[in-house]
């Protein structure tokens, strides 16, 4: 690991271009024994207002959670590209027909069958604070180049040369 802080910025649109691409993040609340309890959730859209949306049942065991402890976390993860991505923000369940039209699609039928009116739809807002980000080339050119570096130099390489890493500092 460097021993240089990686920057701080405060532009929350870097995150959200990071993770458009990731479909599911884990969820973490804390349980009623102080434990974190993470589970996945389908990110259905960030809004203009800086804050992440999803839907989920009004009796599920997250909604109890949060309603009760309102700091969560969430992780995005794309092997693929090599990007990762840790937000923590503050999370609010509640129940908006408007915004559950706004965000409504038809494949999340397979957990609400009644469709959007379904009255046990709720909508989970989580305002983010701060947000971390690790992106690594995946070509294997990058790759090669911090071997080589590493080789060369007989020193690991420094993060910056074949990582892009910032913390979002949201508010």
């Excluded at 701080?8 to 691409?21: G, R």
Aim: proline content about 4%; cysteine-free.
């Amino acid at each position: 690991m460097s021993s240089e802080k990686s920057p701080v910025i405060h532009d929350v649109n870097e995150l959200f271009k990071k993770i458009e691409s990731v479909r599911i993040a884990m969820l973490t609340t804390t349980d009623d024994q102080g434990q974190l309890r993470s589970r996945p959730m389908g990110t259905i859209k960030h809004g203009s207002d800086g804050a992440l949306y999803f839907l989920t049942d009004a009796d599920s065991a997250k909604v109890y959670e949060v309603n009760r402890d309102h700091q969560v976390n969430l992780s995005y993860a794309n092997p693929d590209d090599n990007v990762y991505v840790s937000i923590s923000g503050k999370a609010n369940a509640y129940r908006d027909e408007a915004k559950i039209k706004e965000l409504w699609s038809e494949p999340m039928r397979a957990w609400f069958p009644k469709g959007q009116d379904d009255p046990n739809i709720t909508v989970l807002k989580i305002d983010i604070d701060k947000g971390e980000y690790w992106d690594s080339p995946s070509s294997f050119l990058s790759q090669a180049y911090g071997y080589v570096r590493a080789l060369a130099t007989g020193e690991r390489s420094k993060d910056d040369d074949v990582n892009e890493h910032a913390q979002v500092q949201v508010k």
